[in-house]
């Protein structure tokens, strides 16, 4: 099988290209190395099967040749993180749809099976937790940046279910929750990535709010899994599934679970205890008038009940295989 993954140098589309290396597919990597790193893959560009193709997702041209060459799109490439969101909402919106215009639009013409990254944003500020994937979507105002990546995403989704809806393109969207391990950057503001690093240099850990909302986190490992789960199951498509953790854990919670771990594992090991948590305002860290997420959870019995997957990896082991990583590993550090 040949696999086209966009966004491939990204922190999931690389540990995906890593799996499916390791089970004898062929990958493309198609990234044009914006908010992924080559680091990332920068193991994998000597293996046989691999390929790197340093272009953006929204090059018509490329990529109709890419999709043709290949069985099998994995279409991860999306401009993602609060902090880009509210920074450069004209880039989120652009790479987003443009990108999957681009993808869909080739898959189209070759008959290529999609698989399209969405996300938990889809559904913004909605309170019924857990979200099912048919559940409504509740969104603030345009003014408002941050909600523009909900609906680029949305777009996405329409444009792959109408592909579908109207010529039979096999898709299937998997909405990404909270997504985690060795790789991610916190350069755009995901809070895992940012708070190991603080709490490796003996920073402050910087918890936004009164750190009592509560997110799920998914070992990547888990992630990539579901996707596999998803490709195989070619009998499947037109369909939306969540992919994510169900073990609910406040933000200040998860800093003190880190800076454990860090204890625990870290060279010198020094007493970092609870007064190293620093609260920060969400105006201070994201600009006036941001809203949050009290809470998010994914509703996945439909993924479970149709394949059978679930999340296996605890948090505490993510949280181990992140500063391992760190620590002796290869990871990107920014
Ligand atoms: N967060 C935080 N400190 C940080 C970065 C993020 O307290 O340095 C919080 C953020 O406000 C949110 C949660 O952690 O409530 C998860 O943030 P992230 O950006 O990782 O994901 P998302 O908001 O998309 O769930």
């Not at 013409?109 to 019924?128: C, F, H, M, N, P």
């Amino acid at each position: 099988m040949q696999a086209l993954i966009t966004g491939g140098a990204g922190f999931i589309g690389s540990h995906l290209a890593e799996s499916l290396l390791a089970d004898g597919a062929g990958v493309t990597v198609v990234d044009n190395l914006s908010t992924g790193y080559l680091k990332n893959v920068q193991h994998l560009l000597d293996h046989p099967r691999f390929r790197m193709v340093v272009e953006t997702v929204t090059n018509e041209i490329v990529m109709d040749r890419l999709v043709a060459e290949s069985d099998v799109v994995f279409h991860l490439a999306a401009a993602v993180g609060v902090e880009l969101i509210v920074q450069d909402p004209v880039r989120v919106i652009e790479t987003n749809v443009l990108g999957t215009r681009a993808v869909l639009k080739a898959a189209a013409r070759y008959r290529r099976r999609v698989l399209l990254a969405s996300t938990s944003e889809i559904y913004g500020k909605s309170e019924a937790i857990p979200f099912s994937e048919e559940a409504d979507r509740v969104l603030g105002p345009t003014t408002k940046s941050r909600w523009c990546y909900s609906t680029s995403k949305a777009v996405d989704e329409f444009l792959a279910l109408a592909y579908h809806q109207q010529i039979g393109l096999p898709v299937v969207i998997c909405r990404f929750f909270n997504t985690v391990g060795p790789r991610q950057t916190g350069q755009y503001g995901m809070v895992v990535p940012r708070f190991v690093k603080q709490a490796l240099r003996e920073e402050p850990i910087t918890v936004y709010g009164d750190g009592l909302q509560t997110r799920c986190f998914c070992d990547v490992r888990d992630t990539v899994r579901a996707v596999r789960t998803l490709a195989a199951r070619t009998d499947i498509n037109g369909e939306v599934f969540n992919v994510g953790a169900t073990y609910e854990v406040s933000i200040v919670k998860l800093a003190e679970c880190i800076l454990e771990a860090v204890q625990r594992r870290g060279p010198g090991a020094q007493h970092r205890g609870k007064d190293r948590i620093q609260f920060i305002s969400y105006a201070e860290a994201y600009g006036k008038g941001f809203e949050d997420m009290r809470r998010r959870a994914p509703d996945i019995r439909k993924i479970n009940t149709l394949t059978g997957w679930q999340p296996e990896i605890p948090l505490k082991d993510t949280i181990e295989y992140i500063l391992e990583d760190h620590l002796h590993g290869k990871a990107f550090t920014d």
